[in-house]
């Protein structure tokens, strides 16, 4: 049995849906621990990833922590998959795209009583928002790609074995859905 | 009903709308037509117009609202008293176009895309107004205005101030040239009227399919295909009517030549529209002429009635009993899909200008479902120009698989654009001598989806054995970016796919960001080889030859001219598509910080 490959996950601007379809695997999740050995993920709290073999990515880019996150597993990860809408095309958080950031921060903090007691957070904890959500690829190199909203954990399972026995991943009918 | 409230649609508006509806027979079929007619009255379509064509036409107000905002001549929205389109092609942009629309956008205090707060004027750009070798052209309210200088635009923006109809605007204005260079058979042609008609009439029906078959005549709209075989397949198509269609869509960018075929030759165009009529048993004939040929709708209609007094076209054509052919003006609205022929056949039928599946073919399955031909304007100009001289005579002209002469419409990098009449075989080195083209780095043979030769390719011999083409000839030297030109071809793509299937609309955006990616400095060695991905996509999955060839400008120009893209590019082998740190500049002015956290760098 050759080394297991190492996988760290994370979520950016997305809804963990891409990670609970992934748990979706169900009980092939024991199958998959014996082939790979989990970094940085939600699955078990690591807060930084090491040097790893896939990175997986569910959610848009809308912070510049998400910046930060991204560019540590694309530093760490020699294959990065964007999975899901969000992390493909800014998805859902990217319906604030056409409005001007500082409008909505203003509508937020100042117009609306009862948040922030009147002023927009300026904390330096806190990341600041980009002015528009991306998609993951528009940062950094991605290599693969898992669309759906969010995939089955059959397409997730096909996908991941596919590529942890080496062949090029492929979703084909059935895994991927047009409507 | 008709809300009374709206304060544009008084009696008079009603009784223009009532007369308009009649006039069109309450045929659902005229509904681009009809809201054509309600643009150029009302200056959009108002909604409470929609609804009472919706009542009238017994179709829903959806399917209106379906047709018009597929159209970019159509608006759904007020626009401005005067709608100004700057024209976007490439040899519009060489010409200086960019300046003048900034130019005219400060004189007029707006900015590009918008109406004016007064609703005064609205100033755009449009794709290739088909005026490559007189531009800049501009459409004001739908009139071509060729030749624009600093001065013109300066004149123009006073016009539009003072609020000058549009009839009253100096007629220099709205010149069009038609700037023949260099005429062959077809431009030469001493033929009278209905002389084609008269020997083909006593020849018949089967006769006109063979001589035209024998003459070796191919489409002149670009494919090819063998004019005489599409002829005879319609002929024997079984329907209850056929129809005979001109295609004057020519939207190519960079083809100008049946708008001059449509100025000097429209009687031979109409002889060779009734020679098909003849030969596949036709009654019923279209021009489909393209929106921004609108000067020419009255002139034509003028052409058609004289031909209908002189017995050429109606009942009985030339005394013949039974021989009964007449022919209508389409206009379109601004939709370069139109050109290709299934989404012509859908608009004609008022209808979005969505290409069907094919097949059927039209022959079979055209108008209405039933058997058609559509041919472009040059095409029924050299069948009726072959019936005259018989198929031999024909046929020695040109080379073997591409007989008869070719129109080449000419524009860009030259000292005399215009139109060029050559038998086929003409080398592009022979066309840049004759028009007097020095430096030439490139030509763009065909528009955008053709085919861009480089210097070491000019021996080539335009032709369907080497390099077919329907006519676009854009010449570039050698202080143009070939880059920017391809960037300019792949924007226009963008803009023009319909919509329909999702290679195509989301693929030519793709492209489109991809490239001006690459001219904000942020591209790299990956963008290029995404393009080479995007095309197989394109290639294999798009629904019509738009999608197809979306990707052409690029691959074409990055085989001969790589440099210009590669410095460009950064060394990196990706880099972001945007400025990260300048994407927190809004929140950090927010929030008024200034912390090192409240920056990015672009590579940690």
Known sequence: MSKKLRVATTSLAGCFGCHMSFLDIDERLLTLLDLVEFDRSPINDIKHCGPCDIGIIEGGVCNAENVHVLHEFRKNCKILIAIGACAINGGLPAQRNHLDLGSCLTEVYLTEPGLAHGHIPNDPELPLPLDKVHPLHEVVKIDYFIPGCPPSGDAIWKFLTDLIAGKTPELGHGLIKYD | ?604
């Not at chain 2, 022959?363 to 472009?376: E, I, L, R, S």
């Not at chain 2, 083409?469 to 792949?490: I, L, P, W």
């Not at chain 2, 490239?515 to 290029?528: F, P, S």
């Open chain 2, 1 to 604: 009903m008709l809300p009374d409230n709206d304060p544009r649609f008084d009696a008079p508006a009603r009784k223009w709308m009532d007369e308009l509806i009649s006039r069109h027979g309450g045929d659902a079929s005229r509904l681009l037509q009809i809201l054509i007619e309600v643009q150029e009255h009302f200056g959009h379509i108002p909604p409470a117009v929609a609804i009472r064509l919706s009542g009238a036409l017994d179709i829903p107000y959806a399917r209106i609202e379906n047709v018009a905002s597929f159209y970019s001549f159509l608006h759904l929205n007020p626009q401005g008293e005067y709608r100004v389109l700057f024209s976007d092609n490439i040899t519009d942009r060489m010409l200086g176009s960019e300046t003048l629309m900034e130019q005219m956008c400060q004189l007029l205090w707006l900015q590009p895309g918008k109406v004016s707060e007064d609703g005064l004027v609205s100033i755009g750009p449009t794709s290739c107004t088909g005026m490559c070798d007189q531009g800049p052209a501009m459409l004001v309210n739908g009139r071509a205005i060729t030749r624009l200088t600093h001065q013109r635009v300066q004149e123009i923006a006073q016009l539009i101030r003072n609020r000058t109809p549009l009839s009253d605007w100096p007629a220099d204005f709205f010149k069009v040239d038609d700037d023949v260079r260099r005429s062959g058979l077809l431009l030469d042609n001493k033929l009278a009227y209905g002389e084609v008609l008269h020997a083909a009439l006593a020849a018949g029906g089967q006769n006109i399919v063979d001589v035209i078959k024998a003459s070796g005549l191919r489409g002149r709209g670009g494919a090819g295909f063998p004019t005489g075989q599409k002829w005879e397949a319609c002929r024997n198509a079984e329907g209850n009517r056929h129809f005979v269609v001109c295609n004057a869509d020519e939207g190519e960018p960079g083809t100008f030549k049946d708008r001059v075929l449509l100025t000097r030759q429209a009687d031979l165009v109409f002889e060779g529209m009734t020679l098909c009529a003849l030969a596949v048993g036709a009654r019923k004939g279209f021009l489909y002429l393209r929106g921004e040929y609108r000067y020419l709708l009255e002139p034509l209609r003028a052409v058609l009635q004289r031909r209908r007094d002189s017995n050429l076209l109606g009942e009985s054509i030339l005394g013949k009993p039974g021989f009964d052919f007449d022919i209508d003006i389409h206009l379109g609205a601004g939709a370069y899909i139109c050109g290709e022929e299934s989404a012509l056949i859908e608009s004609l039928e008022g209808k979005r200008g969505v290409p069907r599946n094919r097949p059927p073919f039209p022959v079979t399955h055209g108008y209405m479902m039933q058997p058609t031909a559509v041919d472009n304007v040059e095409t029924f100009c050299q069948a009726a120009l072959a019936m005259h001289m018989g198929a031999d005579k024909y046929r020695a002209i040109g080379t073997e698989k591409s007989s008869g002469s070719k129109l080449i419409s000419v524009s860009g990098d030259c000292a005399y654009p215009g139109i060029y009449e050559y038998p086929f075989g003409v080398t592009v080195r022979e066309i840049l001598q004759d028009c007097g083209a020095v430096n030439t780095r490139a030509v763009q043979i065909s528009g955008p989806s053709g085919i861009c030769v480089g210097e070491n390719e000019f021996n080539r011999k335009l032709g369907f054995e080497d390099l077919p083409t329907a006519g676009a000839f854009m010449v570039f030297d050698d202080s143009r970016d070939m880059f920017e030109v391809a960037r300019n071809f792949v924007h226009f793509f963008a803009h023009e796919s319909c919509g329909f299937c999702t290679p195509c609309r989301v693929g030519t955006s793709i492209l489109k960001q991809t490239l001006d990616k690459i001219a904000d400095g942020h591209g790299t060695q990956y963008d290029l080889a995404e393009v080479e991905n995007l095309d197989r996509v394109l290639q294999t999955s798009s629904h019509c030859g738009l999608g197809r060839t979306a990707c052409n400008p690029v691959l074409h120009t990055l085989k001969h001219f790589r440099p210009a893209y590669e410095n460009k590019l950064k060394s990196l082998m990706f880099s972001p598509a945007f400025d990260l740190d300048g994407s927190l500049a809004r929140a950090r002015q927010m929030t008024g910080r200034d912390d090192a956290g409240a920056h990015l760098k672009e590579n940690e």
